[in-house]
């Protein structure tokens, strides 16, 4: 079992361009999620799928963020206009219906986003 | 953030023990788990716990109070590689999104 993928690991983009970030979740896993990760705010719920469907994006910033999951096999971030504040490590986590129902979320490597 | 709190820094010493403190007051409970991160990495599981009480898991121990909205681990025999950012996570009910803590970092020190 490779764990939960994602690519790149690391990404450079200026400032106004766009940038798409990618997850593998665990096969098998039914729900993925997506966190952002800075010093200043620390880890952060962006949104959530469950059988590729979304369920909660109350994380995500209004403009600029959307979230897909066209398939039960990868899962995509995008973000449009980045913004310096854009800068951060994005992490995917995936789950599934382990014992006693914990559905422990598994931590893929993480993106690194630099915004100039 | 969102109403869960973690010291910043912790010290130890190689060979005792050290107990990392998590207090949270969300607006909903449906356990908590705890992860450890080494810089540059991804968090990984250490424990979950939904019941009052400590849960022993040898190297690692958890305890929760639900009443008193705090948790902790307990690292025994603590190692030089113990030390790594320890971040506590609550799951809230609506569809088990997970709330962290800022992470204490633990410097274990020979």
């Given amino acids: ?116 | 953030g969102q109403g869960v709190e973690q010291p910043d820094n912790l010290m130890s010493v190689e060979g005792t023990f050290a107990r990392v403190n998590c207090t949270y007051s969300t607006s909903g409970f449906n356990g908590l788990s705890w992860y450890q991160q080494r810089e540059g990495h991804a968090p990984v599981f250490l424990s979950y716990v939904v019941l009052d009480g400590l849960k022993d898991s040898g190297h690692f121990s958890t305890f929760l109070s639900r009443s008193n909205g705090y948790s902790y681990l307990l690292l025994t025999e603590l190692q030089i590689k113990d030390s790594a950012s320890y971040l506590c996570a609550v799951k809230m009910p609506n569809y088990n999104v997970l709330y962290f803590g800022s992470g204490t970092k633990l410097t274990v020190e020979p």
Avoid at chain 1, 79 to 106: E, F, H, K, M
Wanted: net charge neutral; glycine share 8%.
């Fill in chain 1, 1 to 116: 079992n490779a764990g939960v993928i994602q690519t790149p690991r690391h990404k450079v983009t200026g400032k106004g361009q766009e940038a798409t970030l990618w997850c593998e979740p665990i096969s098998g896993h039914s729900a993925v999620f997506w966190y952002r990760q800075t010093i200043v705010q620390g880890l952060e719920f962006l949104t959530y799928f469950r059988n590729q469907a979304p369920i909660d994006d109350s994380g995500m910033p209004k403009e600029r963020f959307s979230a897909q999951m066209p398939n039960q096999s990868h899962s995509t971030l995008k973000i449009q206009s980045t913004q310096p504040q854009d800068s951060a490590v994005y992490l995917c986590a995936s789950s599934g219906r382990d014992w006693g129902n914990q559905d422990t979320q598994y931590f893929g490597p993480g993106t690194r986003l630099l915004v100039l």
